[in-house]
């Protein structure tokens, strides 16, 4: 079982920075795919970025070369830098745990398992 946790979020102006963070539980968080997904009003949850568990990455082309998603395996957290922030970039951003340790597969098509509560994000033009 894995708990994630995200903070981070907040009203920012375009153009500017946030970093989101999700601290996650257990002992085996450094073997787990891990994803940022958001939800704007009325849409569907959307990846955004992925991280393998050997630390691979890939993005959403509409946030590719503004965000980065990283991890810091010693504090068992998942990072995602958003830079250039956009107005349509504005919603509620969710971590996410792949429940299959060791997955080598495609990051970006597999179901997720654990999911944290959201943080939301608002850019203003």
């Known amino acids: 079982q894995v708990q994630l946790v995200e903070s981070g979020g907040g009203l920012v102006q375009a153009g500017e920075s946030l970093r989101l963070s999700c601290a996650a539980s257990?002992?085996?968080?450094?073997?787990?795919?891990m994803g940022w997904f958001r939800q704007a009003p009325g849409k569907e949850r959307i990846l955004v970025a992925a991280?393998?568990?050997?630390?691979?990455?890939s993005y959403s082309d509409s946030v590719k070369g503004r965000f980065t998603i990283s991890r810091d395996i010693p504090k068992n957290t998942v990072y995602l830098q958003m830079n250039s922030l956009k107005s349509e970039d504005t919603a509620v951003y969710y971590c996410?745990?792949?429940?299959?340790?060791?997955?080598?597969?495609?990051?970006?098509?597999?179901?997720?398992?654990?999911w944290g509560q959201g943080t939301q994000v608002t850019v203003s033009s």
């Open positions: 991280i393998t568990w050997r630390g691979g990455t």
């Open positions: 996410a745990a792949h429940g299959i340790r060791f997955y080598t597969g495609d990051v970006s098509r597999v179901q997720y398992d654990y």
């Open positions: 257990g002992r085996a968080f450094s073997t787990y795919a």
